[in-house]
């Protein structure tokens, strides 16, 4: 046998052998690059300490990662189809590998934003080959049950991430989050190469280069918009990606509906069921990244738990997010992925619904029960979305069916952070203001109202100017307004996942999973390729 797999899966005639090890490697790779964003969230204190970020320095670290992420899925995804699905995963974790490298050496805010954006870069490589990777290894019969693993490893790494950082951050500097991925991409290479067999469209005619880089303008450009707007204000720079993200995704959708094969066909956003899917995807990570922004922040800054403390109080929602995707294996074929699904939505709204409680007097077992309502509606719901979301492509475009579902994950991501980072950040600094007023010089109170961090930071030299007894009203005024925000942001969430389950249910198909319906015209349009 030899140690590195050069027969295409397709070519053996039947299941490939060990496909349940290659799907254990294209996790491991996905694992990775989720953990990549959520591990950041608790070195974030120790990097702006170390590096002397500013506020904005820190949201581009932080946000750098998803731009390109975001905006380059799509075309990598087809040009992944073309020629390699394997070869663009080995691509993308030695990229990845070698950023990661680069940003634990570099001593600059502009040094680390680089490598996070060339980490973005391999990101965008890895995630939708796993996807395409997984749909052409197994044959049709286990697909579901094979994307049901690979979306509880996506929120597995939601709150595994926070753990490994912290474990690091005990003995080691911020830096040590970036290294860990090195070990973890040599592994995920050499699994690939042994146990992955190679992949690749059957026949596959020129790719839609103009369809593709109008794709990648749009996109980045609507990423960076969502970030820098909410975050930084709607000046020029906002409003000028505004508008290059709306003419360009006006020119391309133009586009692809004339091309004879376009990068993406948007007809398929007619069928109900997978626009409700894609909406699915994006709402629900709209709402987990965004909690997970401002509850790590809570557990760290309110509750004073460490950032290893921080993880381990995180994985209530790993185990739930497990559960979660064992009862949609069972319940989604009889019961059909709109229950399933709309199910786990009204779920999501509920666990955001019950951290509007939150107040300066809760305890971590305030949280226990909405993070593990969480992680069941995430389990509940996305791997059927995601079934179908792959469902809807032939295997000639399995890629860009993975780049679909992971780009509605991602952008839905960004919104999260961006609409609900920027209604933590108004709310904080409304009710701090409220708490201290008249008790603060005025530059003082602009500092303090920055972020809880830098709350915290002002308190801390109150306690040198005025006294400890102060220093620690001033503290309690902080960490009592933040708290406040949480439960308002948690509010805006709630009706806003709220409202998204109300457009999903009346979009998803009925009494049916989406996948089935839609690969009928997926395999259609694979037997006229193939005769």
Same mark, same amino acid.
Request: hydrophobic share 55%.
């Given at each position: 046998?030899?140690?590195?797999?050069?027969?295409?899966?397709?070519?053996?005639?039947?299941?490939?052998?060990?496909?349940?090890?290659?799907?254990?490697?294209?996790?491991?790779?996905?694992?990775?690059?989720?953990?990549?964003?959520?591990?950041?969230?608790?070195?974030?204190?120790?990097?702006?300490?170390?590096?002397?970020?500013?506020?904005?320095?820190?949201?581009?670290?932080?946000?750098?990662?998803?731009?390109?992420?975001?905006?380059?899925?799509?075309?990598?995804?087809?040009?992944?189809?073309?020629?390699?699905?394997?070869?663009?995963?080995?691509?993308?974790?030695?990229?990845?590998?070698?950023?990661?490298?680069?940003?634990?050496?570099?001593?600059?805010?502009?040094?680390?934003?680089?490598?996070?954006?060339?980490?973005?870069?391999?990101?965008?490589?890895?995630?939708?080959?796993?996807?395409?990777?997984?749909?052409?290894?197994?044959?049709?019969?286990?697909?579901?049950?094979?994307?049901?693993?690979?979306?509880?490893?996506?929120?597995?790494?939601?709150?595994?991430?926070?753990?490994?950082?912290?474990?690091?951050?005990?003995?080691?500097?911020?830096?040590?989050?970036?290294?860990?991925?090195?070990?973890?991409?040599?592994?995920?290479?050499?699994?690939?190469?042994?146990?992955?067999?190679?992949?690749?469209?059957?026949?596959?005619?020129?790719?839609?280069?103009?369809?593709?880089?109008?794709?990648?303008?749009?996109?980045?450009?609507?990423?960076?918009?969502?970030?820098?707007?909410?975050?930084?204000?709607?000046?020029?720079?906002?409003?000028?990606?505004?508008?290059?993200?709306?003419?360009?995704?006006?020119?391309?959708?133009?586009?692809?509906?004339?091309?004879?094969?376009?990068?993406?066909?948007?007809?398929?956003?007619?069928? $109900?069921?997978? @626009? !409700? %899917?894609?909406?699915?995807?994006?709402?629900?990570? #709209?709402? /987990?990244? *965004?909690?997970?922004?401002? &509850?790590?922040?809570?557990?760290?800054?309110?509750?004073?738990?460490?950032?290893?403390?921080?993880?381990?109080?995180?994985?209530?929602?790993?185990?739930?997010?497990?559960?979660?995707?064992?009862?949609?294996?069972?319940?989604?074929?009889?019961?059909?992925?709109?229950?399933?699904?709309?199910?786990?939505?009204?779920?999501?709204?509920?666990?955001?619904?019950?951290?509007? $409680?939150?107040? @300066? !007097? %809760?305890?971590?077992?305030?949280?226990?029960?909405? #993070?593990? /309502?969480? *992680?069941?509606?995430?389990? &509940?719901?996305?791997?059927?979305?995601?079934?179908?979301?792959?469902?809807?492509?032939?295997?000639?475009?399995?890629?860009?069916?993975?780049?679909?579902?992971?780009?509605?994950?991602?952008?839905?991501?960004?919104?999260?952070?961006?609409?609900?980072?920027?209604?933590?950040?108004?709310?904080?600094?409304?009710?701090?203001?409220?708490?201290?007023?008249?008790?603060?010089?005025?530059?003082?109170?602009?500092?303090?109202?920055?972020?809880?961090?830098?709350? #915290?930071? /002002?308190?801390?030299?109150?306690?040198?100017?005025?006294?400890?007894?102060?220093?620690?009203?001033?503290?309690?005024?902080?960490?009592?307004?933040?708290?406040?925000?949480?439960?308002?942001?948690?509010?805006?969430?709630?009706?806003?996942?709220?409202?998204?389950?109300?457009?999903?249910?009346?979009?998803?198909?009925?009494?049916?999973?989406?996948?089935?319906?839609?690969?009928?015209?997926?395999?259609?349009?694979?037997?006229?390729?193939?005769?």
């Amino acid at each position: 046998m030899r140690l590195v797999l050069t027969e295409p899966v397709d070519s053996a005639g039947r299941p490939y052998a060990r496909r349940w090890w290659a799907l254990l490697v294209l996790c491991l790779s996905l694992l990775i690059i989720v953990m990549a964003n959520t591990s950041l969230t608790v070195a974030a204190p120790d990097m702006t300490a170390d590096l002397g970020l500013t506020s904005s320095d820190l949201q581009w670290v932080i946000d750098a990662y998803t731009v390109p992420y975001a905006a380059l899925m799509l075309l990598l995804g087809a040009i992944g189809d073309k020629y390699s699905r394997r070869g663009a995963l080995l691509l993308g974790l030695a990229v990845f590998g070698a950023a990661s490298v680069a940003g634990s050496l570099v001593h600059s805010a502009s040094g680390v934003i680089t490598a996070r954006a060339v980490m973005g870069v391999g990101a965008a490589m890895i995630m939708p080959a796993t996807l395409s990777l997984l749909a052409a290894t197994f044959p049709k019969a286990e697909r579901a049950k094979a994307i049901t693993m690979w979306t509880a490893t996506a929120g597995l790494a939601i709150a595994v991430g926070p753990l490994v950082a912290g474990v690091l951050l005990q003995n080691h500097s911020w830096s040590s989050t970036f290294l860990i991925n090195v070990p973890v991409v040599v592994v995920a290479m050499v699994g690939a190469l042994v146990l992955v067999p190679p992949s690749r469209a059957a026949h596959q005619g020129r790719i839609d280069v103009v369809g593709g880089l109008l794709s990648v303008v749009s996109l980045g450009a609507l990423v960076y918009m969502i970030i820098e707007g909410p975050h930084f204000g709607w000046g020029a720079a906002a409003i000028t990606a505004a508008v290059i993200a709306a003419v360009g995704l006006i020119a391309f959708v133009l586009w692809e509906l004339r091309h004879p094969r376009p990068v993406l066909d948007v007809r398929r956003y007619r069928d $109900r069921g997978f @626009a !409700g %899917s894609n909406l699915a995807v994006a709402l629900f990570f #709209l709402a /987990v990244f *965004g909690a997970f922004y401002y &509850l790590t922040q809570h557990l760290q800054f309110v509750l004073g738990y460490s950032p290893l403390d921080t993880g381990v109080r995180m994985l209530p929602l790993a185990g739930a997010v497990f559960v979660g995707a064992a009862l949609t294996g069972v319940l989604t074929p009889r019961l059909g992925m709109k229950v399933t699904v709309t199910a786990g939505m009204i779920g999501g709204t509920v666990a955001l619904a019950l951290l509007t $409680r939150v107040d @300066a !007097g %809760s305890s971590y077992s305030d949280l226990v029960v909405p #993070l593990m /309502v969480l *992680g069941l509606a995430i389990g &509940l719901s996305l791997s059927p979305c995601t079934d179908a979301i792959m469902g809807a492509f032939p295997e000639s475009e399995l890629g860009v069916g993975g780049a679909v579902n992971d780009t509605s994950l991602e952008l839905g991501g960004s919104l999260g952070i961006a609409i609900l980072g920027s209604v933590l950040s108004g709310s904080y600094s409304s009710h701090l203001a409220d708490a201290v007023r008249g008790k603060l010089p005025s530059a003082a109170l602009s500092a303090a109202q920055d972020s809880v961090g830098a709350g #915290l930071a /002002v308190a801390q030299k109150v306690a040198a100017q005025a006294g400890p007894q102060q220093a620690a009203a001033m503290a309690h005024a902080v960490r009592g307004a933040f708290s406040d925000a949480v439960a308002h942001t948690s509010l805006v969430g709630a009706v806003v996942l709220g409202v998204g389950t109300v457009l999903v249910a009346v979009l998803l198909p009925l009494r049916r999973r989406a996948a089935v319906a839609a690969d009928a015209p997926a395999e259609r349009e694979l037997e006229e390729v193939r005769g």
